[in-house]
């Protein structure tokens, strides 16, 4: 079973064209009734799988540009964050502004935790 999405992740809203001079609301119907303009879950879990899989795999390149080029780390996060808008603007990944920004903070709080194969220091 996959990882429930947290609940600081955003939700994205239904992106919809509707014709027309009349304002319209685009949302769909839930099974208890009502509506929603949200996105359904299994939308919700996709975009919560990238965007944590994309943080994870930006640690390694986050340490390891750090050790490469001694850069600081909050040089470091931005060139990531600019890299990021700029993948999101060619349309090559598919993340809202949102998204971008929790994809930012889960990395940042990725980064704060231990490497792996890391000692904490000399064991007596």
Known sequence: ???????????RT????????????SARELKGGGFSALVPD????????????????????????ERENAWTREFNL???????????RIREWDFTPDEQEWV???L???L???EAGATAGPTR
């Open 14 to 25: 239904m992106a919809s064209g509707l014709d027309g001079a009349v304002p319209k609301f």
């Open 42 to 65: 299994e939308e919700h879990q996709e975009a919560y799988e990238n965007a944590e899989d994309l943080a994870a795999q930006l640690v390694g390149y986050a340490r390891r540009k």
């Open 1 to 11: 079973m996959p990882p429930v999405p947290p609940a600081d992740f955003p939700r």
């Open 104 to 106: 930012m903070q889960r």
């Open 112 to 114: 704060e935790l231990p």
């Open 78 to 88: 931005q060139r990531i964050r600019d890299g990021i808008a700029e993948k999101v």
């Open 108 to 110: 940042i709080s990725l």
